[in-house]
Every structure is written in structure tokens, then in C-alpha cells.
């Protein structure tokens, strides 16, 4: 699909991970872990727990699309919307290669944060920790959901559209379109693009919306967090905001909010 290929390199950089306890450990616990299992520290990897846009660095640094609830930039209080333009000391303003200059800086602070971000044009510090994965794969059954946007008959009559989902948790999901993605329970982040019916739509407001994905692609995407329970699937829309059609909405890519449009059973081995 249009526009796809260019997302996976966009949103790389900075996985996001779910916020419930039991999917996420401490860096403390997690380096002692890896270091009992004979398992090299520099193996354990360290988040940020947020969606960055590492397509180009701006002056300000790099814009963050998505917090995880809960995450290490939740917990430090960095927001959506906000340009991060320093972590660890590494510069991320005008860098040429931004995601790997982030992950760097992830990696070789051990776990601690120093975040230098920018705000309504103010410049923020934040310090704390950073979220920790175990680098051992779980064992054992792990209780799960689904999430899809192919599922079901979309309500168009309620204002609700086809949609597709583009990441999951700051991973791409498969170019080819899948009909459901099985996710362990908890919180997730979803960036979700929108497929309205033309039909919905003026001439001159389809032209305002090719023009905003065209000269700021990022923003045609959107983040949306599911708390999944188990043995559920959660159907996935696009719903049309009719009262955000002027200009400056559709500039603001405000037009439209993803949305789970239906939650069935579905039993999940």
C-alpha cells in the first residue's frame, strides 16, 4: 500500500512494550537474571517504551508519536508530541542517522535515562530508568487476544471505516494483509492508517488530505492502545470525525480517531 514501506523505516527506533506487570521486569532484576543464566549484560536491552519518528531529525531532534502506558517515558512524564533532542548525551537534533543514534544511546546508558526534549518550544530534562527486556524467551502458555481490521463488517453507518494496522508494540506488522494478530493480554499500542470512503468526502477536502500525507507523512498515522483481555478479538476501525473537516483539522490530521468498533470471543490456544 501506498506510503508503507517508507512507515517501517519511520517508526523504528524506540519499541514499545506493554505496561502490565507481568510483561515487564525491572532493569535490576532483569540484568541479575541474564547474568544467572550466564547470559552477557550487554545482551540485556534497554527502552524507551515510546513510538519515535526516526525518519528525519528536525533542530528540535526527533518527535515522539506514542507513549506506552506505564513505560519508562510515561514514567518520566515525556508526552506525545514531544522532540526529544538528547538522550544520554548523544545528540539527536539534526543527526543524519536517528534511529541508530538512539538506540545507541538506549544501549550504553545501562539501563539510566537523561532525556533533554523540547515542549511547546520550552527545553525539558527528565532522568529515571529505562525499561528493561529479558533477553530469555518465556516459557510456558501465555494468555492472549486478537486484534484485527479485516474482521467482521465495518458499521459505515455509524461512521466507522476500514482501517489497517501498521505496528504493533513499535514493530511492523507483515506488508501482506493479515486477518488478525495474535497479542498477549495487556496494554498495547497500536499505529493505526485509515482507509475512509472517498465517497464521504469533498473534492476539495480528499486534495487537503493527499496534500498533508504528502508533505508530513507521520502524521497520517495514529497511535491507539488496547488493554486486550484474554480469549478476546478486537476489531478495528476508522471513524470519520464530521465535525473536523475544515482546513486546519485536516492539516492537524484531526479528522479521523482509530477506534475498536466491536469486541468478540475468540478463543486464543
Request: with cysteine; net charge positive; proline share 6%.
Amino acid at each position: 500500500m501506498p506510503f508503507r514501506t517508507l512507515l517501517a523505516g519511520t517508526l523504528l527506533g524506540a519499541w514499545l512494550f506493554a505496561a502490565h506487570a507481568s510483561a515487564r521486569q525491572t532493569v535490576e532484576s532483569v540484568a541479575a537474571g541474564a547474568l544467572q543464566a550466564g547470559i552477557a549484560p550487554a545482551q540485556v536491552r534497554y527502552e524507551l517504551g515510546a513510538v519515535v519518528d526516526v525518519r528525519r531529525a528536525s533542530a528540535n531532534g526527533v518527535s515522539i508519536l506514542a507513549i506506552t502506558p506505564g513505560g519508562a517515558a510515561d514514567r518520566l512524564g515525556l508526552q506525545a508530541g514531544d522532540q526529544l533532542r538528547a538522550i544520554n548525551g548523544r545528540r539527536l537534533d539534526n543527526t543524519p542517522r536517528p534511529s541508530s543514534t538512539l538506540e545507541n544511546a538506549l544501549q550504553e546508558g545501562d539501563g539510566a535515562l537523561r532525556v533533554e526534549a523540547v515542549r511547546n518550544g520550552k527545553t525539558l530534562a527528565f532522568s529515571g530508568r529505562a525499561d528493561a527486556v529479558d533477553p530469555a524467551p518465556r516459557k510456558g502458555a501465555q494468555a492472549c487476544g486478537y486484534v484485527s481490521t479485516l474482521a467482521g463488517v465495518v458499521p459505515r453507518s455509524k461512521g466507522v471505516f476500514e482501517a489497517e494496522i501498521t505496528q504493533i508494540d513499535g514493530r511492523s506488522t507483515p506488508l501482506q494483509p493479515t486477518n488478525r494478530h495474535r497479542v498477549d493480554t495487556g496494554k498495547h499500542v497500536l499505529v493505526v492508517r485509515e482507509f475512509i470512503d472517498p465517497a464521504r468526502l469533498s473534492s476539495a477536502q480528499l486534495q487537503q488530505i493527499a496534500k498533508m500525507k504528502k508533505f508530513a507523512l507521520a502524521r497520517a498515522y495514529k497511535p491507539l492502545v488496547i488493554d486486550v483481555e484474554p480469549g478476546i478479538g478486537y476489531r478495528i476501525g476508522a471513524r470519520l470525525l464530521k465535525d473536523k473537516l475544515d482546513t486546519q483539522s485536516i492539516r492537524d490530521n484531526a479528522y479521523w480517531e482509530p477506534v475498536v468498533w466491536e469486541k468478540v470471543p475468540q478463543a486464543c490456544p
